[in-house]
């Protein structure tokens, strides 16, 4: 996963010292998520008359921790700290006093489709190098192709057996669909895994992520349940209409609403943005990338791993698990479903859904697997307010696309931000974290 750089150092070295901004504008952000809050903060703390405008009736966004079991905070969207060395959400969670708990993609487990355990050690090396050099042929052609049609026009592919290129997809979907959210037919060969990561474990948090959150909107004056349905230009400023008929007005907004709404038309611009950034709206994908917690009564599965993978029937389907029963000590599975799959699941009922990963994990681990007690089941793509998980490079878009689609339009008065937005870590919650410090420092320049 990704994150990036702080604050230019001018108005990094004004938020340090506490100085307020020379004259109080009035700013809103619209959106409650990570990168308004962190845009907020930074803003109130240089002096402005900050209001952050959210549609839910929640703070948080694409964090969500679920309290539906009391004993159990379950994280629904966002969950780890990726890489906690040098990562600003490591600070925060310092600040917030959030207790975490590492985990650890060697504590594995694979199994095959009759549930017996595999060592793919080297399969899986294979079906990489297979994978690396489809990429590497195509890196002089003139233009970017999906990464599917890198992979299967590839001689490598062309001369695989089934098994192999059964392996070959189950890695893309483990290292490309799952970790970027985007199917691999739509994924670009050239950029798909573009950008920085931070080193370190990667942590979960046991009382729920909401707890960075809830620490950066202290203070902050926050309107929930208000859907901004347009904003247009007004002399030196901004109006904000809300989806109630009352509108507000600001010297300047920060937009940080996910990539899926921005591409939906929910929000309506009455003067247009530049053609850079519009073009970068229209051709970033917006992926999907859904959560099926199931509780047991029981932990009745290997308690020393972190993860199982599945080499079941189908491509991508249940082929992605995280197990809390070592890290937390709780009977609780996570299974995954990325991209294309995440979209067939998605149109199950519950009820079918929970029959689906029954069956996948008495296949898995014998037919006298526990039925589950309780489940959460996410359908990100169906959420009004988010229109999927997260952003992935879509076929010809690259880093320079997120920087289009960053920075300022309407002569400064809009300013965007999301992890969208974050040319170096998009797609990871510290991406969205930075990218609201550098839409504050933005604002900060255009106000000082």
């Excluded at 308004?36 to 209001?51: M, Y």
């Excluded at 990667?202 to 959150?213: N, Y």
């Amino acid at each position: 996963m990704h994150r990036r750089a702080a604050l230019s150092l001018i108005p990094a070295a004004l938020l340090a010292r506490g100085v307020r901004a020379e004259a109080t504008r009035r700013i809103v952000v619209i959106g409650a998520g990570l990168a308004g809050l962190s845009a907020a903060r930074d803003l109130q703390a240089a002096g402005h008359d900050v209001t952050v405008i959210e549609a839910r009736d929640r703070i948080g966004g694409r964090i969500h921790t679920s309290r539906v079991w009391p004993d159990l905070p379950m994280d629904l969207g966002a969950s780890w700290i990726h890489g906690t060395k040098g990562n600003p959400l490591t600070a925060l969670a310092d600040e917030a006093g959030a207790r975490r708990t590492a985990t650890s993609y060697d504590r594995s487990l694979t199994l095959g489709p009759d549930g017996a355990e595999l060592d793919l050690t080297a399969a899986m090396e294979a079906a990489e190098a297979l994978v690396q050099s489809a990429r590497d042929a195509i890196e002089d052609r003139d233009r970017d192709i999906s990464l599917s049609e890198a992979i299967q026009s590839s001689p490598g592919w062309k001369t695989a057996d089934t098994q192999t290129r059964r392996l070959v997809r189950h890695y893309v979907n483990a290292s490309f669909e799952q970790e970027y959210s985007g199917d691999w037919t739509d994924a670009s060969a050239w950029h798909i895994d573009s950008g920085k990561e931070y080193g370190g474990v990667d942590v979960l948090f046991p009382a729920g992520i909401d707890q960075l959150t809830t620490h950066l909107a202290k203070g902050l004056t926050i309107r929930l349940g208000q859907t901004v349905t347009a904003l247009t230009p007004a002399a030196d400023g901004v109006t904000i209409t809300l989806a109630d008929g009352s509108s507000l007005t600001a010297d300047q907004a920060v937009v940080t609403l996910p990539l899926g709404v921005l591409q939906s038309g929910a929000i309506t611009f009455a003067e247009p943005l530049s053609p850079d950034r519009q073009q970068a709206i229209d051709s970033l994908g917006m992926g999907l990338l859904n959560k099926c917690w199931l509780r047991f009564d029981r932990i009745a599965w290997d308690d020393t791993v972190d993860w199982i993978e599945w080499l079941g029937p189908q491509d991508g389907h249940w082929a992605q698990w995280v197990s809390l029963g070592r890290a937390a000590k709780v009977p609780v599975l996570l299974a995954f479903h990325a991209g294309a799959q995440a979209r067939e699941t998605e149109r199950l009922d519950d009820a079918s859904t929970l029959a689906a990963a029954h069956d996948a994990l008495k296949a898995m681990f014998g037919t006298a697997f526990p039925a589950p007690v309780s489940a959460q089941i996410t359908r990100w793509s169906r959420d009004p307010f988010a229109l999927g998980s997260y952003s992935f490079h879509a076929t010809g878009t690259s880093p320079k696309t997120r920087r289009a689609l960053a920075g300022s339009d309407w002569d400064g008065r809009l300013v965007f931000a999301g992890e969208a937005t974050e040319p170096d870590y998009p797609g990871t919650a510290h991406g969205a974290y930075l990218s609201g410090q550098t839409a504050a420092s933005t604002v900060l320049e255009r106000a000082g």
